[in-house]
C-alpha cells in the first residue's frame, strides 16, 4: 500500500473554508481593537500634556498656556498638533523672544478622527487653577461615536479621563451627557 503525503483536495477546502470563517469573524473586531488603542493613546497624551502643563505653572509661578499654535498664535483647531508653553509676558501669544519655551508638545491626530475643546486655548495660573472656565477635550475617531473619549478640566485645574458611567459602553461628561465632537 502507497502512503500518501500532503492533503487531499477535499482536505484543503475545508481548511480555507476554516480560515476563512476566522478571519470573517476576527477581522471587524480587529478593526475596532485598533480603533479603541489609538484612541486611548491619544486621550493619554492630551492628559499627560495637561498634567506637564499644571506642573509647569505651579513649579515656574507662571502662566502656562496649552493650545494649538500657528506660529507665534493659537488658534482653534485641536486636530493640529498641540503645544503647551511658559507665557512669561503673559500675553496669550508665543513669544520666542521673550525666552518663552514650549514645554511639551503632542502631535496632530490622524485625519478625520474630531478633537475639541470649548476655547482656543487653556491657561494654567501659577496656582494650577484653569484660568476662565472648567471644559472638556473631546476626542472622536470617524465614524465610531461608541469609542468618542474626553479629558475634563475642572476649574482647579485638574485633568481626569471621562468614563462610562451608565454602562451604555459610551463615555459621558461629568454632566452625564455622551462625550461628542460637536
Known sequence: MKISKGFTLVELM???????IALAVAL????????QIRVDNE????HRLLLTARNTAINL????????LDGKNCVDD???EISAFVDVNNNGDFDSADNETIIRVKAAIDDGDALTFQRTSLTYQPTGQAGGAAGTFAYCPKDLPQFNRGVIVSL????IQTRDTDNDNIDETRAGADVTCE
Open 14 to 20: 475545508v481548511g480555507v473554508a476554516i480560515i476563512g
Open 61 to 68: 509661578e507662571h502662566e502656562v498656556i496649552v493650545c494649538p
Open 43 to 46: 486621550i493619554s497624551q492630551i
Open 156 to 159: 482647579r485645574g485638574r485633568a
Open 78 to 80: 485641536w486636530s493640529r
Open 28 to 35: 471587524p473586531n480587529f478593526n475596532n481593537w485598533i480603533v
